[in-house]
């Protein structure tokens, strides 16, 4: 029989979310504040990470007012028609697929320098080989294995926060820069991301599903804490001046800690690393198969080829870089998903088919705000270098 936090679906359900959110986000954070100014770009991410936490209650409602399970498509194609289908079909696919290669590709770094042997390549494939077991077992076992890994990443953040205090510069925390006023924007609305979780969230709940809204609050919550607490000891040792002494794809949390901090620190960042990215693996490989799957009527099997095959091929070929990977996922992909969240949950409170477990109010204002930020994001991502 299972007991404690492995009986507490509420929890199973919060860290589901936690475990999709908090990724390679984390890992660029840090040089984005260091390069804008630490107060500032705090302020960016907290206010990002609580608007995150209001839109994943919105999709919440949404997922609780439609008797049928589906993935993002699913609901855009029920409230937005098949044009909403088409445009989130393309948004989901866009980030999902860039993310998995993305996990792949900085994995196989990432252990390579942990163990120092055999070759990146070699790591990435174990890496897909655990990952794709896992999803294949579904959403329990997957479960499981984030809660394990959430717990680990908060004991490796604390170490690392511990090992840090006596080598935080107060320097290194001061300063703003105007240039990089809009740079922090992309890499936190990646870094929040995690709407695709949420139908999940209602499987992982089943008859407990009265804690969903419970569960939303917590598992977004826990990245915004995680997200100031690693990004204040990454830019309070490191600051943006050695950030700028780095090549361009070496301005990661990790690659910085490696060389300016303590060096158990450098161990400890990439472990950091390594679970952030493989909690986030396993729900969103998840989310492909169910999109597939519940979406478009496609078999399990089929649902799980077409989602593990193309991060496979394009991880090991290495076609793309792991910072361009997220670069091109970041803004615009996640401002789609997000605006359309507004509007599917504005329109659920009207077209839906079931009595939510909890209700929120219209929030037109607040929601209107979203969608002009992300719209602005998607712009400014698109058409921002030829201004």
């Known amino acids: 029989m ?3 936090v492995f009986a507490n679906p509420t929890i199973f359900a919060a860290t ?29 991410i907290i206010a990002i990470g609580l608007a995150f936490i209001l839109l994943n209650l919105f999709m919440g409602e949404v997922v609780l007012r439609t008797n049928k399970l589906h993935q993002l498509t699913g609901y855009a194609e029920l409230y937005l028609g098949k044009w909403g289908k088409r445009i989130m079909f393309f948004a989901m696919i866009f980030s999902l697929y860039g993310a998995l290669i993305a996990y792949v590709i900085g ?22 080989a655990v990952t794709s077991f896992i999803v294949y077992r579904g959403v ?8 394990i890994m959430i717990s680990l990443l908060v004991i490796v953040v604390t170490i690392i926060g511990v090992f840090s205090l006596d080598k935080i510069t107060l320097q290194n925390l ?35 599903v009265k804690k969903m809204r419970k569960a939303i609050i917590i598992g977004s919550s826990i990245p915004v ?24 794809n070496d301005r990661i949390a990790t690659v910085a800690l490696s060389l300016y901090a303590h060096p158990i620190m450098g161990g400890l960042a990439n472990i950091l690393a390594f679970l952030s990215m493989f ?9 492909l198969v169910w999109m597939y799957h519940y979406d478009y009527g496609i078999s399990r099997s089929l649902s799980l080829g077409l989602t593990l095959i193309l991060p496979l091929i394009v991880g090991l070929l290495n076609i793309a870089s792991f910072i361009q990977v997220l670069g091109v996922t970041g803004a615009i992909a996640g401002g789609i998903q997000s605006g359309f969240a507004v509007l599917m949950f504005w329109l659920a409170k009207k077209k839906g088919t079931r009595k939510p477990e909890y209700t929120l109010g219209n929030h037109y204002l607040l929601g209107g705000i979203f969608i002009l930020l992300f ?4 712009f400014f991502e698109i058409f921002g270098g030829m201004l």
Request: net charge neutral; hydrophobic share 55%; charged share 10%.
């Open 2 to 4: 299972k007991k404690g």
């Open 16 to 44: 589901t979310l936690t475990g999709t959110i908090i990724g390679a986000g984390i890992l660029g954070i840090p040089y984005t504040l260091a390069k804008a100014g630490f107060l500032y770009g705090l302020l960016v």
């Open 107 to 128: 994995e196989g770094a990432v252990l390579h320098t942990l163990f120092g042997v055999g070759a990146p390549w070699m790591f990435s494939l174990l890496f897909f």
């Open 140 to 147: 329990h076992t997957a479960s499981i294995m984030e809660l």
């Open 174 to 208: 001061q300063g703003f820069s105007l240039r990089s006023f809009f740079l922090p924007y992309g890499v936190a609305v990646f870094a929040y991301s995690g709407l695709v979780a949420v139908p999940e969230m209602r499987e992982v709940l089943g008859k407990n």
């Open 225 to 248: 804490i995680i997200y100031v607490l690693f990004s204040l000891i990454v830019v309070g040792v490191v600051g943006a001046s050695n950030f700028e002494l780095l090549q361009s």
């Open 279 to 287: 909690t986030s693996f396993l729900t969103i490989a998840l989310a």
């Open 375 to 378: 719209l602005f994001g998607v």
